[in-house]
């Protein structure tokens, strides 16, 4: 009996996780639709904060749902990744490669295109020792513009362990 009660109620505890999350989900979706764009200084044009980026923030690259806490991660930083955009005036991070965008076509082939990802690093609380990586991307060399990918939390120190992203290493 008292199995069933503690199962029974750790399934009530995640119904109130998951219900706690879609608020903040939904309320992360309003602010995000109020950004529009930001102008940056490193990149010295607008960066768009369309659907693609939010879409990202919650889904994978092979389309699958990251995990919820990986997401409330994404989400609590995205204020500080706005600011990050609007000051920083260098680029710390660059990739380009030609990858396949878009669904596949009737004969099961996909389009590529030019890509690149920009990458841009502050440290956001530094008595709490925690930095943050926000991405740009661009699609298309030439004619692409830029917009907002994602935003990672990227390390931060606590006594004797050092978090990275979402995985604990011990210092000694």
């Known amino acids: 009996m008292l199995v069933l009660l503690t199962k029974f109620m750790k399934k009530i505890k995640e119904k109130i996780n998951l219900e706690d999350f879609s608020k903040l989900k939904e309320k992360i979706r309003l602010i995000y ?8 200084p490193a990149l010295k044009s607008n960066i768009v904060f369309n659907s693609d ?3 990202h923030l919650s889904y994978d690259g092979s389309r699958k749902e990251r995990n919820k806490r990986v997401q409330k991660n994404k989400f609590m930083f995205l204020k500080d990744g706005v600011e ?7 680029i710390q991070e660059y990739r ?8 596949k076509d009737k004969n099961g082939l996909r389009k590529t295109a030019l890509i690149e990802w ?13 930095r943050i990586k926000v991405i740009v991307r661009r699609v298309g060399e030439d004619k692409g513009k830029y917009h907002f990918w994602s935003i990672m939390p990227f390390w931060a ?3 004797d362990i050092r978090i990275i992203g979402s ?6």
């Open 33 to 40: 639709k109020e950004i529009g764009s930001v102008y940056s």
């Open 53 to 55: 980026g939010f879409h």
């Open 84 to 90: 990050v955009l609007k000051k920083s005036t260098t």
């Open 96 to 103: 380009r490669l030609i990858y396949p965008i878009g669904k």
């Open 118 to 130: 920009f990458g841009f690093f502050s440290i956001i609380n530094f008595s709490r020792k925690i």
């Open 157 to 159: 120190l606590s006594k």
């Open 167 to 172: 995985k604990e290493i011990e210092d000694k």
